[in-house]
């Protein structure tokens, strides 16, 4: 047994209904309290009834009734309103400063024996999702419910790093798009170095020179640190010169090319691939935050995002070393990728900030649009029975899993507290 728990089953009434005091009186629980996580009791304005009195104040959870004493609470007056103390096990009364004593109620033998047997055979589970075998006898009313508020959720969490970067820009939404389509341009593996270098190349430097592709392409490299020693072929050099130039002009210092990972990736996500395509992307007619919020289509924005590196990429990946030709465009999924991570939760969080409710609804049509990702984390949905059918549903079940299963927070989780609570859901060994 712990607090969590109890608290659970205090909140929905998962108790027998003939509740007494350790001293006899019946209780009466007309309204169990608002249940909040901040310093202080742990539920505020209930409403109990003890023998024929009926108190208003607040409700404190303990395992036993001596954690009272425990956690210092009989010298804290913010629990002088308490007006009952619901334990697992009674050991002691509870004495307030004006020698009254609090009434209490011990469960140990009022919960119910198949919410016990559920939380702790999820609590035991070692599978991934704890109540993957549980999840097809879940209520789908419940599973689609609760995946919605999952998504809004999530986008809430990303949220955050679009505040922070509004803030290192004072608020200027392009150039802090710019430094979070740059961390999304390297993904998972070079999201770090790419967001330094949005930091060390702004946004305004790399449209000066919009109008000269390859300048654009230098900067972009020669920050990055990849325009160092001597190169063979014709054009590293002309970037190198180029980069030298603007570099003294405008008082630029590069990154450090090590920095940058190439191990165990695919040729066209390496690093010198994508530095092209960003700075094409970056200084192309039309493309900026204000364009991206007048799209109204996945397939329109897929149309902006569709750039190519320059031509001498085309047969190389590397600087002086040639390899089978091939246009080194930025593919589909990586421009879904880019729409799921960057684009969507920047509209859903500009429009909750200006109370937009069209762009906010856009930003999900987005990944309503989008089909479902592909990773382990959506593995283990899969083998559940969970299958998103598009990128909404996908995220989702990611910050599901990220958020509450892998913690095994079964307990905050209204399909977790579903299945501990209802008795049609049935318990299914695991194998």
Not at 158 to 172: C, G, M, P, T, W
Request: aromatic content about 10%; proline content about 4%; overall charge neutral.
């Amino acid at each position: 047994m712990n607090e969590q728990l109890l608290s659970y089953v205090w909140k929905y009434r998962l108790y027998n209904t003939q509740l007494l005091t350790t001293n006899g009186s019946p209780i009466t629980v007309i309204k169990p309290g608002e249940q909040h996580g901040n310093a202080g009791p742990d539920f505020f304005n209930a409403r109990i009834k003890v023998g024929d009195t009926v108190w208003a104040g607040n409700v404190e959870i303990h395992v036993k009734s001596s954690d009272w004493y425990r956690h210092g609470h009989q010298s804290d007056r913010a629990y002088d309103n308490v007006v009952l103390h619901v334990v697992y096990e009674y050991d002691t009364d509870i004495i307030h400063p004006d020698q009254t004593v609090v009434p209490t109620v011990a469960l140990a033998d009022q919960i119910q024996d198949e919410v016990l047997s559920r939380y702790a055979h999820m609590r035991a589970s070692r599978m991934d999702i704890p109540c993957g075998n549980q999840l097809p006898d879940v209520d789908r009313i419940v599973v689609n419910g609760w995946t919605d508020r999952m998504l809004v959720e999530r986008l809430e969490h990303k949220s955050q790093l679009i505040d922070l970067a509004l803030h290192v820009n004072r608020n200027d939404w392009e150039d802090a798009f710019y430094q979070l389509l740059a961390r999304n341009f390297g993904f998972k593996v070079n999201a770090q170095p790419f967001e330094m270098l949005s930091r060390i190349l702004p946004r305004k430097l790399l449209l000066r020179h919009a109008d000269q592709p390859q300048q654009a392409e230098a900067m972009a490299l020669g920050q990055a640190g990849f325009l160092r020693g001597d190169f063979d072929d014709e054009y590293a050099r002309m970037l190198q010169l180029d980069y030298r130039f603007l570099a003294h002009k405008y008082g630029l210092m590069p990154m450090d090319h090590h920095l940058w990972k190439f191990l165990r990736m695919r040729p066209a996500n390496f690093p010198t691939i994508r530095l092209s395509q960003f700075a094409v992307l970056v200084t192309q007619d039309g493309f900026s935050f204000g364009d991206l919020l007048r799209s109204c289509s996945v397939e329109q924005l897929r149309k902006i995002l569709e750039v190519s590196a320059s031509p001498y990429w085309t047969t190389r990946y590397m600087f002086d070393k040639v390899a089978p030709y091939s246009c080194k465009t930025l593919g589909t999924e990586s421009i879904d990728n880019i729409i799921i991570n960057t684009i969507a939760p920047a509209m859903f969080y500009y429009g909750r900030m200006r109370s937009d409710h069209a762009i906010v609804d856009k930003s999900m049509d987005l990944l309503r649009s989008i089909p479902a990702e592909k990773n382990s984390i959506l593995s283990k949905w899969n083998s559940a029975g969970l299958i998103p059918s598009n990128a909404f549903e996908s995220q989702a079940l990611i910050g599901l899993y990220d958020r509450y299963c892998s913690h095994k927070k079964c307990l905050d989780c209204a399909i977790g507290r579903e299945i501990i609570s209802e008795s049609s859901v049935n318990v299914k060994v695991e194998r």
